[in-house]
């Protein structure tokens, strides 16, 4: 089964997802499937938002660490200091914009097992795990940039839309 990526417009990326009540077997295998899609959409990070499933669940595959489930996952820290970097997302292809992150990310989850575990991150996946948090939140990564720049965005989306 093919999971569809959702994308700017759809209501479901604005809403905050709910909580995972039992990690069983079928979340088991939607993480799966969220993996799955995220290795063919050739992303990083997918949350489940996302995915049309408004739960809180994202998956993350950064090339040097194995992929990760994160279940109703809390975030602990995150570090004062600041870097910027460019980021896109699933959800809005083909738009890149350089977003203010904190640098480091303390977050607390449970994986597909069910089993509870902390991780500390910096570096790229403690930005992935930033931005697929935010999916949980309902806010996209565009919501980060200045107002002017979020005009130019969209402007762009609209023009690629008026084409096809």
């Not at 194995?66 to 570090?79: C, D, K, L, M």
Request: contains cysteine; glycine residues 6%.
């Amino acid at each position: 089964m093919d999971m569809r990526i959702l994308t700017l417009g759809d209501e479901l990326l604005r809403h905050k997802a709910e909580p995972v009540a039992d990690i069983d077997s079928e979340m088991a295998q939607t993480a799966q499937l969220m993996l799955d899609a995220l290795e063919e959409g050739k992303g990083i990070g997918l949350a489940g938002p996302q995915a049309g499933i408004s739960k809180r669940i994202f998956v993350v595959h950064v090339k040097e660490d194995a992929p990760r489930v994160f279940i109703n996952p809390s975030i602990i820290e995150t570090s004062q200091e600041t870097v910027k970097f460019e980021e896109g997302c699933l959800s809005i292809p083909g738009i890149w914009a350089e977003v203010v992150r904190p640098k480091t990310v303390k977050i607390q989850a449970w994986n597909e097992k069910g089993r509870p575990f902390t991780l500390e991150a910096d570096g790229i996946l403690a930005r992935v795990i930033l931005h697929e948090y935010d999916h949980l939140e309902g806010v996209l990564f565009i919501d980060r940039l200045s107002e002017f720049k979020q005009k130019r965005i969209l402007e762009k989306i609209a023009k690629k839309k008026a084409k096809a």
